[in-house]
């Protein structure tokens, strides 16, 4: 499905609807990663013997990577001979290399990965990839090739968040941007489409500020009161994520100005959905994270019981998930099932 065909608001209410009854929906095409044939006409096959060990490694404990690790888990909980567990990698780069090299070590089919930074993971992606160890990375991708890649539309989706916002502001204003930690790919996305964004469709809205915030929404808070001392017409805020994005919203409440202010998330976690609903934050860009965790699984265990090597890969899958741009127009038709 192209790009285009992905913002029309018809497909994107059929998203809902399906989403809700728990089906596999596609946003966009994924595309499948190229397997050699053997000399049999089959595909390369690895060694299965014993369980199938998966693990995945995320972040650190946030509602966005429970909410993979419940969507995996509905899909391998009902599967025979497969072991699954959630590591914690703490928010530090090293944890999540040491457990990344226990895992090889270990012997296990598949490793589920959102990477802190997407540079210093790739050599322990390679390093699985040498031991037939298939990789799948969550919304964050990483700079060395792996078997797939599942994620929601992040720059485009943050041009329609900054088409969006800016509508709401009326094509005019000043706006600050809480930003992530540099290193991370789709921290460059979610800015980068969303400066292009406002540049293409409200020239007339300046960005004022670009700030790490570091996901925090207690770090938003410090940032956004240091960012206002400066810019006193300051009248919206994007969040690169929701949880700064709250926090945008506590300071706006506390100063008595969120009535003034239009303020953007981006993931649609359920807090987010809630403040929106509550006519506080503006709006965000919601995906269905459990289905995230689903189609990660899906993939995972097609590989695993079907013993493909991630040798045998000659290119990275890629799967972008379908979204919404929810404001207080439409997130009531986001049902309580598919909120994380």
Do not use: C
Request: net charge negative; hydrophobic share 40%; no cysteine.
């Amino acid at each position: 499905m192209s790009q285009s065909n992905e913002k029309k608001p018809g497909n994107r209410r059929q998203f809902i609807k399906t989403a809700a009854l728990g089906s596999a929906v596609v946003g966009s095409a994924m595309v499948v990663p190229t397997l050699p044939l053997n000399s049999t006409g089959g595909t390369a096959r690895a060694a299965t013997d014993g369980p199938h060990k998966m693990a995945f490694i995320q972040w650190m404990p946030h509602t966005v990577p429970n909410a993979w690790s419940k969507g995996i888990e509905e899909v391998l909980g009902p599967q025979q001979g497969v072991e699954y567990q959630l590591l914690d990698g703490q928010n530090k780069v090293e944890v999540q290399v040491s457990l990344m090299e226990t895992l090889i070590n270990d012997g296990a089919k598949v490793i589920f990965l959102q990477p802190i930074d997407s540079v210093a993971l790739a050599p322990s992606i390679a390093s699985a990839k040498r031991r037939g160890i298939s990789v799948i990375t969550l919304n964050i991708d990483a700079t060395e090739e792996h078997a797939a890649h599942v994620e929601m539309n992040h720059f485009f989706g943050a041009m329609d968040i900054a088409k969006t916002m800016g509508e709401k502001m009326g094509g005019a204003g000043e706006v600050a941007i809480l930003n992530a930690p540099p290193g991370i790919i789709i921290r460059d996305q979610r800015t980068n489409g969303f400066i292009e964004g406002m540049a293409k469709h409200h020239p007339d809205i300046k960005i004022v500020a670009d700030v790490n915030a570091e996901w925090s929404r207690k770090k938003a808070q410090d940032v956004l009161n240091t960012i206002l001392a400066s810019n006193p017409n300051l009248t919206g805020v994007y969040g690169v994520n929701d949880s700064m994005a709250l926090g945008a919203v506590d300071v706006a409440k506390q100063k008595g100005v969120l009535d003034k202010m239009t303020i953007f998330g981006n993931d649609g976690e359920k807090d987010a959905l809630e403040s929106i609903e509550n006519g506080e934050l503006t709006g965000t860009q919601y995906t269905d994270v459990y289905q995230q965790g689903r189609f990660a699984a899906s993939a995972a265990t097609v590989l695993a019981t079907g013993g493909v090597s991630a040798r045998d890969f000659q290119s990275q899958g890629q799967l972008l998930m379908p979204y919404v741009i929810a404001t207080a127009d439409n997130v009531g038709d986001i049902q309580t099932a598919q909120r994380w």
